[in-house]
Nanobody, 126 residues
């Protein structure tokens, strides 16, 4: 069975950093897309960052460009999201997800992702 497990969330002060991890099992990360979405209270789920698994192209929401970096560790079948210069508006539950499709348009198409982790809470506050 496919399982995605997120970790690394927590409470951090504005301007701080966190690294989220998504460990995948039951699937080889060799095609399609893996990425991160987030959902804050009262807001819709939004795409944060995607990694195309076949060509390693990356995509970022405008709100996180220059601050967040997505990467992959092939040996551990794990994807990471390094978050720097965090802002209060980054506060949300962050989800890891995979899709059989690829392309920059998927950043706004959460319905195209088939497998999801349970999420990890990121809170940015003083």
């Amino acid at each position: 069975q496919v399982l995605l497990v997120e970790s690394g969330g927590g409470l951090v002060q504005p301007g701080g950093s966190l690294r989220l991890s998504c460990a995948a099992s039951g699937i080889t990360l060799d095609r399609g897309t893996i990425g991160w979405f987030r959902q804050a209270p009262g807001k819709d789920r939004e795409g944060v960052s995607l990694l195309s698994l076949s060509d390693e192209n990356t995509y970022y929401a405008d709100s996180v460009k220059g601050r967040f970096t997505i990467s992959r560790n092939d040996a551990e079948n794990t994807v990471y999201l390094r978050m720097r210069r965090l802002k209060p508006q980054d506060t949300a539950v962050y989800y890891c997800a995979t899709s059989q499709y690829s392309g920059y348009g998927l950043l706004n198409l959460a319905q195209m992702f088939d497998y999801w982790g349970q999420g990890t809470q990121v809170t940015v506050s003083s």
